[in-house]
């Protein structure tokens, strides 16, 4: 099961979580949400209510760029000067009034600067070598610390991350703001077959003959990845605003899982104490799974 759906920290999914902290700035009238028709038994429990309007529903999983530039479409609809905010909805952030005031940072930054896009990077504590980098530049005038992109460094070995640590570069949440005519130019640069497939208005997305295209459209679409294909390839549009005061953690990997675990010493309801039996070897499985990890959280702290 995607770990969006999930309720990993309590009773409320990673997705349910997203939606509550965007919430704290963004009215919910002005959230959409991108999901696949495959998970349609998943998120539609969770999205009850919610207007077919503000519901992105792709019919295949292409990867971000298709995603994000659907959503990005539907939005031109809307409201064609919008400036829009992209969220991950698999992270775990602690700290949500802080995390959304450096967004809401951001909006007045690009309101300033209406050519660029903001990604939040968030100050590091470990040269971790599984999450995405980013490498600033010189620093922008601009209200906080922010400055341009130099690059990205995805997933670097474990002795780049280290220097990447000790330069003062920063980890990548995958949290974008910016203009919605700066997201759709810079698509349709890198992107430029994927941005014309969606140039076409679509119509009411309740609609049968939106969904009938929609399907023929992303029967036709190649995979891509937007971090990867459209903001690597135009750094001199892209700056970084460095978030301080909050906890982030982007799951990828079941450390990760057990590593916040043990940093919001959270005891949901899947982590019973039953799990801590022994195996026919006599090894008790909680604390042969546990123990390196809790270890590694006590130095973090």
């Excluded at 902290?21 to 919910?28: F, I, K, Q």
């Excluded at 801590?276 to 090894?283: E, M, Q, Y």
Aim: hydrophobic share 40%; aromatic share 8%; net charge positive.
């Amino acid at each position: 099961m995607p770990k969006q759906f999930c309720p990993i920290f309590g009773r409320t999914t990673l997705l349910g979580q997203t939606r509550r902290r965007v919430s704290l700035l963004v009215p919910p009238t002005r959230i959409l949400t991108v999901v696949t028709r495959a998970h349609e038994p998943l998120y539609s429990p969770l999205l009850k209510g919610i207007p077919a309007d503000n519901l992105v529903v792709q019919t295949q999983n292409r990867g971000t760029a298709a995603a994000i530039l659907y959503a990005l479409r539907r939005l031109s609809e809307r409201n064609p000067c919008a400036s829009v905010a992209i969220f991950p909805s698999d992270h775990f952030v602690h700290n949500n009034d802080v995390f959304m005031a450096h967004v809401d940072l951001a909006f007045h930054s690009v309101s300033e600067r209406p050519g660029l896009i903001l990604l939040l990077g968030m100050t590091p504590d470990r040269a971790e070598s599984a999450y995405g980098w980013i490498e600033p530049d010189e620093p922008i005038e601009l209200g906080g610390e922010v400055a341009r992109v130099r690059r990205f460094w995805e997933e670097p070995p474990p002795q780049v991350a280290l220097q990447l640590w000790e330069d003062g570069c920063l980890w990548n949440t995958f949290v974008m703001i910016g203009k919605l005519s700066t997201f759709i130019t810079l698509t349709i640069r890198a992107l430029p077959k994927v941005a014309s497939a969606f140039s076409r208005p679509l119509g009411p997305p309740d609609a049968a003959e939106h969904k009938e295209e929609l399907k023929r459209l992303y029967a036709r679409l190649p995979d891509g990845n937007f971090s990867e294909e459209v903001l690597a390839c135009n750094p001199k549009r892209l700056g970084v605003l460095r978030v301080a005061g909050v906890y982030w953690n982007d799951l990828g990997e079941p450390q990760h899982v057990l590593e916040t675990l043990v940093r919001t010493k959270a005891r949901p309801a899947w982590l019973k104490r039953k799990v801590a039996t022994s195996d026919r070897k006599g090894h008790r499985l909680f604390r042969r799974a546990a123990a390196p990890v809790t270890a590694l959280g006590d130095r973090r702290l």
